[in-house]
């Protein structure tokens, strides 16, 4: 089994920044590849970014290529996303996910275990 907690969430202008942050436990961190995905009211769960093992490969949505940065930390089990220019369509719950070794995927059902959410919203 695998425990995850996020963190970090809160509220934003648009065009501000924030850090999420996923912190693991009950599985060797460096065994698992990780995503975040968020859910807007009204809206299925949606694919934001992921990152395989070893940080050999990251892959992100088109909609925050270039604004959002996925990163781990396998020493500290944590996993975390910084989000630049936030806009107003980014506001979500956001889930941070992981599988059973990689590669990684952007279907939220190849996901084994899942973080209870991080409320993110951006104001305009």
């Known amino acids: 089994q695998v425990w995850l907690v996020e963190s970090g969430g809160g509220l934003v202008q648009a065009g501000g920044s924030l850090r999420v942050s996923c912190a693991a436990s009950?599985?060797?961190?460096?065994?698992?590849?990780m995503a975040w995905f968020r859910q807007a009211p009204g809206k299925e769960r949606e694919f934001v970014a992921a990152i395989s093992r070893r940080e050999y490969s990251t892959d992100y949505s088109d909609s925050v290529k270039g604004r959002f940065t996925i990163s781990r930390d396998n020493a500290k089990n944590t996993v975390s996303l910084q989000m630049n220019s936030l806009k107003p369509e980014d506001t979500a719950v956001y889930y941070c996910?992981?599988?059973?070794?990689?590669?990684?995927?952007?279907?939220?059902?190849?996901?084994?275990?899942w973080g209870q959410g991080t409320q993110v919203t951006v104001s305009s």
């Open positions: 009950g599985r060797t961190f460096s065994s698992l590849a």
């Open positions: 996910a992981a599988r059973d070794y990689d590669p990684i995927y952007h279907e939220p059902n190849l996901y084994n275990y």
